[in-house]
């Protein structure tokens, strides 16, 4: 919006006889969105949620925002001072009595001070547990306090899916989700699996999560490959936090039969509770020179540099962000069809989809790309082509705007 005709027109409008409060109220609150104040809540991890808000956060930054970060720890991607970022640590206090530190008292104690204190606009919380729940509980003390402040949840995946329908959680999330003043979700999969698994009565927005192609593209990393495949072998990759969900045994599957028919070397990277049983697999396998685990790394983007394919077998993704990461580094994606995946991997486009578990589909598959140089070549360019759907600066205005609405929307409800 732009910001001086915008003034001009509340001006106006504040003068104009016959304008409703409601409409007042409204037009005033997205005036105060030119600037907003924004406080993400997320899980400072290296999962998903973590990187989609702590990226968002870092976009809304670039545009003028100020970002106010209110987590347990800093999260990774926001190592260095940048302009126009805040963090705001949660810490529990820890007691003989407790067994579990109450951390969602901490961060509900620490939201009402930041939105207090810093005149928050808005809250964005990601991943619903127990995010959405500690937002609510803020809202309502400072409510008590005479102070407004709109909530947005963001639900990424397993929130809904694997824990959230959990008995021990869902009523909990049902609530929170239907007493947010917005929703969105990262695929139109996930929106639909949050319909039927709960009864929601607020509308669910579908923003998919995004790329930056500032830091997510293909560099000559000519030296990496050479350190890693010297030989020439093809390159597959996988990143993920090797829990359950991602099957990273079906990974080494695959790659065992491909390895078989085509020299190649398979990258593990991440960390997470399935690694030692993997490594134990390889030896198994005698395939300890083949595959190497790196490890977390922060600079992913160097590593699909070299890579050839990128594998992806998971047994539940709502979005399939990695998928997305190798896309932009043009790393063509062999998946299942689950979840959100079908959203980001089009079938036989960028890569292909197979049925959960179907490792012997998905070695197929991989080495008909693998042996023919043309198609890898022209999976790679739609792989890149449907990467840049998900640009960063294409998705960050539609947050904006969407902020802009339920602020408004909220305010008039609020007054
Ligand atoms: O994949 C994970 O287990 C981590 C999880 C998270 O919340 O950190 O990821 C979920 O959110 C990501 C970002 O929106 C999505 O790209 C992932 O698909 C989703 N994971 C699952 O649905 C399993």
């Known amino acids: 919006m732009n910001t001086l005709f915008s003034k001009i027109f509340v001006k106006y409008l504040v003068h104009s006889p016959g304008q409703g409060k409601g409409d007042y109220l409204l037009l005033y609150e997205i005036i105060k969105l030119i600037d ?9 991890t290296y999962g998903g949620s973590g990187v989609v808000a702590t990226e968002l956060g870092l976009g809304l930054a670039r545009k003028g925002h100020k970002v106010h970060f209110i987590t347990y720890k800093r999260p990774p991607r926001l190592s260095v001072f940048q302009e126009n970022i805040f963090f705001h640590e949660v810490n529990s206090m820890s007691y003989p009595l407790f067994e579990y530190t109450p951390y969602e008292t901490a961060l509900a104690s620490k939201l009402v001070d930041v939105v ?3 005149n928050l606009d808005l809250l964005h919380v990601h991943y619903a547990i127990p995010h959405a729940a500690v937002a609510y509980m803020a809202k309502q003390i400072l409510k008590s306090q005479g102070k407004h402040i709109p909530i947005v949840t963001t639900l990424h995946g397993t929130d809904i899916t694997l824990v959230g329908a959990d008995v021990s959680f869902a009523p909990v999330v049902e609530f929170s989700i239907n007493h947010s003043d917005g929703v969105t979700a990262v695929s139109n999969h996930l929106k ?28 000559n990393k000519d030296h990496f490959k050479m350190a890693l495949a010297p030989n020439g072998e093809k390159i597959l990759t996988h990143t993920s936090n090797f829990r359950k969900v991602k099957r990273v045994s079906d990974v080494i599957k695959v790659f065992e039969k491909i390895n078989q028919s085509v020299p190649s070397k398979l990258l593990l990277i991440g960390d997470g509770p399935e690694r030692p049983h993997l490594e134990i697999m390889c030896r198994e396998l005698g395939l300890c020179n083949e595959i190497r685990f790196l490890g977390k790394q922060d600079a992913v983007e160097e590593l699909l540099a070299i890579a050839d394919l990128f594998i992806l077998p998971s047994g539940n993704e709502s979005f399939g962000l990695a998928a997305l990461e190798a896309m932009a580094c043009e790393v063509p994606v062999i998946s299942s069809d ?26 197929r598959k991989s080495l008909q790309l693998l042996q023919d140089e043309g198609m890898l070549a022209q999976f790679r360019i739609q792989a890149l082509e449907q990467a840049q759907r998900f640009d960063i600066e294409n998705i960050v205005p539609v947050y904006e705007e969407y902020y802009e609405e339920v602020v408004a929307k909220s305010s008039v409800k609020a007054h």
């Open 36 to 44: 907003m104040k924004i406080g993400i809540v997320c899980y400072p």
């Open 116 to 118: 207090q204190y810093e």
């Open 192 to 219: 639909q699996e949050t319909l039927s698994t709960f009864d929601i009565e607020n509308d669910i927005k579908v923003i998919y999560n995004f790329i930056d192609f500032n830091r997510f593209k293909k560099e």
């Open 338 to 363: 689950i979840g959100g995946l079908k959203e980001v991997n089009i079938d036989g486009v960028t890569g292909f989809t197979c049925g959960v578990g179907n490792v012997a589909e998905m070695a």
